[in-house]
Every structure is written in structure tokens, then in C-alpha cells.
């Protein structure tokens, strides 16, 4: 399987609607997307304030394998995503790995 995890900074704070419908979008992927394992989405909660440098919106989806990440970036349910995001976000992290078992 495969990890890929999203931090996401916008250029000034999100509306509670834009928020929702960015999370409801978000989670949607798992029934639109093939070759996903498992997905959380949330806003960031943390307490520790000194590490959030902006990044207010996270996103984990496990892949069946990297093949299936590969496919994701292109497929229309994650463009019409990323169409979205357009004039409101300022970066974004992404972190890609190997999920090995023990």
C-alpha cells in the first residue's frame, strides 16, 4: 500500500461553507476514486500552535499500491478538487510513502 498525506495553506481563513464543502469533496474520494484504501480529512486542531505555520487543512489517503496514487492525480474527481482550490490556496505539502506491514 501506499500513504499520501496533504497539508494545506490558504491565503486567508477559510468560510465554515468553503471549509465543508472542501471536506465533503475530499471525502467523497473514496467512492468516486479507484484504488482507495482508506482516507480521513479534517481541519487542523492541533494545540501545538508553534508548528501550524498556516496549514489549517489535512488530508491521509492509503493506496491499494503506487500505481493507484499515480492514477489519482490525473482522475476528474481530484482535478474538479483541485479546480477548487484556484485563488484561495497559498501551498501545499504532500508526502508520499510505502506503507510497510510488520
Do not use: C
Request: hydrophobic fraction near 35%; charge should be negative; glycine fraction near 6%.
Amino acid at each position: 500500500m501506499f500513504e499520501h498525506l496533504v497539508s494545506f495553506k490558504f491565503k486567508g481563513k477559510l468560510e465554515s461553507q468553503k471549509e465543508k464543502e472542501l471536506l465533503e469533496t475530499l471525502r467523497s474520494f473514496p467512492r468516486d476514486i479507484p484504488g482507495i484504501v482508506d482516507l480521513t480529512a479534517g481541519i487542523n486542531e492541533t494545540e501545538e500552535t508553534e508548528n501550524i505555520r498556516g496549514y489549517s487543512l489535512g488530508l491521509r489517503v492509503t493506496f491499494e499500491n503506487k500505481d493507484a496514487l499515480r492514477q489519482y492525480g490525473p482522475h476528474p474527481a481530484h482535478q474538479r478538487f483541485v479546480r477548487m482550490l484556484e485563488g484561495i490556496i497559498d501551498e501545499v505539502i504532500v508526502v508520499d510513502y510505502p506503507v510497510e506491514r510488520r
